[in-house]
């Protein structure tokens, strides 16, 4: 079965970081770029960042950019995104997706159920 | 940054029905376009990719169309199961999501 599970949310003081994972099983990981999606509580979908097959190249969201960096390792087949300078407004689940193909620019065919951050004092 | 702009926000409908949603981009695009179901609690789903292709499993009454700057999300005689969100998402450059319609019972 096709399936990504997220892990490393939590309660996190403003300032913070946490480290996310996306633990992918049931295909070829390698295959395919990934990106992380998050949902602010009662909100729509904002679209965080992408990255490459390869790991290479890699993007952001400008409300983002420069705190969150995003990475992968094929070989454990997980991908991960470190989350640093951490605001209120970061508050979210955090989605990992799977693209439908190696494209960066591609819709997203299987989704994880999510990991929830708070950044609060 | 291409901006996503969902209409209507809430849309009240009975089982049976024909509903359309409309998705209108800031600027132009190709067919980069896809749409989402998710439900309370849940994960999106993709139900339309390339702004027309249904995605393997996904019942045939979901059709999408459009190009350009308008995108439409039709679903055909309504069922239970589709009271839920949509969304659609730009994927010309980077990723966008319009800010969703929610389907609820009329």
């Known amino acids: 079965e096709v399936q990504l599970l997220e892990s490393g949310g939590g309660l996190v003081q403003p300032g913070g970081s946490l480290r996310l994972s996306c633990a992918a099983s049931?295909?070829?990981?390698?295959?395919?770029?990934m990106s992380w999606v998050r949902q602010a509580p009662g909100k729509g979908l904002e679209w965080v960042s992408v990255i490459s097959v390869s790991g290479d190249n890699t993007y952001y969201a400008d409300s983002v950019r420069g705190r969150f960096t995003i990475s992968r390792d094929n070989s454990k087949n997980t991908m991960y995104l470190q989350v640093n300078s951490l605001r209120a407004d970061d508050t979210a689940v955090y989605y990992c997706?799977?693209?439908?193909?190696?494209?960066?620019?591609?819709?997203?065919?299987?989704w994880g159920q999510g990991t929830m951050v708070t950044v609060s004092s | 940054d291409i901006q996503m702009t969902q209409s209507p926000s809430t849309l009240s409908a009975s089982v049976g029905d024909r509903v359309t949603i409309t998705c209108r981009a800031s600027?132009?695009?190709?067919?980069?376009l896809a749409w989402y179901q998710q439900k309370a609690g849940q994960a999106p789903k993709l139900l339309i990719y390339?702004?027309?292709n249904l995605e393997t499993g996904v019942p045939s009454r979901f059709s999408g169309s459009g190009s350009g700057t308008e995108f439409t999300l039709t679903i055909n005689s309504l069922q239970p199961d589709d009271f839920a969100t949509y969304y659609c998402?730009?994927?010309?450059?980077?990723?966008?999501f319009g800010q969703g319609t929610k389907v609820e019972i009329k």
């Open positions: 997706a799977k693209h439908r193909g190696w494209d960066t620019y591609d819709a997203f065919d299987i």
């Open positions: 390339k702004a027309s």
């Open positions: 049931g295909f070829t990981f390698g295959n395919y770029a």
């Open positions: 998402q730009q994927y010309d450059s980077y990723s966008t």
């Open positions: 600027q132009s695009f190709n067919t980069w």
